[in-house]
């Protein structure tokens, strides 16, 4: 099936530094979003991006959060400065049009130290 | 921001039994749910969607929807050890492309 592509699939970082997540959305697709996710339990969304727009984001999405999308580049997810409580496995995920099935990637842990 | 509860938090299941799940919206402006599942150490994968009151069969799966409680269940038959999994939840608006917000989850375990 169609694929959402991540890297790196762990990352350790002290904190306080900068980090950027990539995301390769399904080909075609228009939607992006990511998730955050910890310890296996509950899956928080963070920010939607549509059109080189964020569209919708969560109180989670902190002013130290960014997100974008060069033209035939991947979807980033950049945090900066880190903080202790960021360590959680972040997933993108993808969909072509409206309210149709969102795909999600195998996720990026994030360990912040 | 809207809110999914799911229940029950955790469900053992015997082999070859029925799994009920449930799940509900507290925003009344959602109009679509969504069912996924996720094994551990893996990204979710979508099992079933419901937009419309009623029921949806799919395989072992079984869905329904009441759209004026909010109220969706999942049903899973004949359960498999490969059935057990955490079962994510979630409802979304219909404007263009608004996201999938999810529940808090039911972890299944499926015992041999």
């Known amino acids: 099936g169609p694929k959402v592509l991540q890297i790196p699939s762990h990352q350790i970082i002290d904190m306080g530094q900068m980090v950027t997540l990539n995301c390769d959305p399904v080909?075609?697709?228009?939607?992006f979003y990511w998730y955050k996710q910890i310890l296996g339990q509950q899956m928080e969304f963070l920010v939607n991006?549509?059109?080189?727009?964020?569209?919708?984001k969560s109180k989670l999405f902190k002013d130290q959060f960014s997100v974008e999308r060069p033209d035939g580049s991947y979807f980033t997810l950049k945090i900066q400065p880190t903080a202790l409580e960021d360590s959680a496995v972040y997933f993108c995920a993808s969909r072509g049009t409206p309210n149709t099935e969102v795909f999600f990637g195998k996720g990026t842990r994030l360990t912040v130290v | 921001q809207q809110k999914v509860q799911q229940s029950p938090e955790s469900l053992i299941v015997p082999e070859g039994g029925m799994a009920s799940l449930n799940c509900t919206s507290s925003d009344r402006n959602v109009d679509y749910f969504w069912w996924y599942r996720q094994h551990s150490g893996k990204s979710p994968k979508m099992l079933m969607s419901i937009f419309s009151n009623g029921e949806k069969e799919e395989g072992r799966f079984t869905v329904h929807l009441n759209k004026a409680s909010l109220h969706t269940s999942l049903h899973i038959r004949d359960s498999q050890p490969s059935d057990s999994a955490l079962y994510l939840c979630a409802a979304s608006m219909a404007q263009g492309g608004r996201a999938l917000i999810f529940g808090t989850g039911t972890t299944v375990s499926v015992s041999p």
């Open positions: 991006f549509y059109n080189g727009k964020v569209m919708e």
């Open positions: 080909s075609n697709h228009l939607y």
